[in-house]
């Protein structure tokens, strides 16, 4: 049973727009979320994170929200840049971490 | 600084053979992983150690077995392969704690033909 969410397998936004990745967990007892973003043949990356006592956290052009009482966290790009096109995964914290599906984002210019 | 290196990037097995996929980093971290991620998928967690000498299964043990005798080296061995192996290996570490980010390997695509 998945405990991490990524409903949508993809997305696509043309450049200059707001992307909005969501991302739903199931256990109440995750308390820190992060996002990793991945390129084709590359790695994982970290991207952001957000800390279950923070309802918001930004850093530059990505803002992570958190809905705690809907078990519920989004990403948002803004704006979105050809660059951004990449796999984006939601991972919540435990140990080890657990990981989402993943969702395409492929931003058009 | 290298970080997390895995080789080899790519590698063709036949079904039954084994194999190593290796792994180091050079950040001095206790934990380190290893994940699977098949086409359209998440990353699965195969296994993962908190420290020289110890580890346990992930979600997806069957078939693969590891061992870590340093810090630093996390190996996977692959015995029998098998077509369902077929995937791309991540190997990541962190520093312990769950709200410690990790850092992933580049990845190795195994194709088991």
């Known amino acids: 049973d998945q405990q991490v969410k990524q409903n949508s397998p993809s997305l696509s936004v043309q450049e200059g727009r707001i992307s909005i990745l969501n991302c739903d967990y199931t256990n109440s007892m995750f308390d820190y979320f992060l996002w990793y973003k991945k390129y084709p043949a590359e790695g994982p990356t970290f991207l952001i994170s957000?800390?279950?006592?923070?309802d918001k956290n930004e850093d530059g052009r990505f803002t992570v929200f958190l809905n705690k009482s809907a078990k519920h966290l989004s990403l948002h790009i803004v704006p979105s840049q050809p660059g951004d096109s990449a796999v984006y995964f939601c991972?919540?914290?435990?140990?080890?971490?657990?990981f989402g599906k993943g969702t395409r984002l492929s931003v058009i210019a | 600084n290298a970080g997390v290196t895995q080789t080899p990037k790519f590698r063709i097995l036949k079904i039954g053979q084994s194999m190593t996929l290796q792994c180091t980093q050079d950040m001095n971290h206790n934990y380190m992983y290893w994940y699977r991620q098949d086409p359209g998928m998440g990353l699965k967690l195969i296994y993962y150690?908190?420290?020289?000498?110890?580890?346990d299964k992930g979600e997806v043990p069957n078939g693969y077995n590891v061992s870590r005798s340093t810090t630093e080296d996390f190996p996977l061995r692959l015995e029998l392969a098998a077509p369902s192996q077929t995937s791309v290996y991540f190997c990541?570490?962190?520093?312990?704690?769950?709200?410690?980010?990790?850092?992933f390997g580049p990845g190795t695509r195994l194709l088991v033909l």
């Open positions: 991972a919540a914290s435990a140990l080890p971490l657990v």
């Open positions: 150690s908190v420290g020289a000498g110890i580890t």
């Open positions: 957000i800390s279950s006592i923070k």
């Open positions: 990541a570490s962190s520093s312990g704690t769950a709200q410690e980010t990790q850092y």
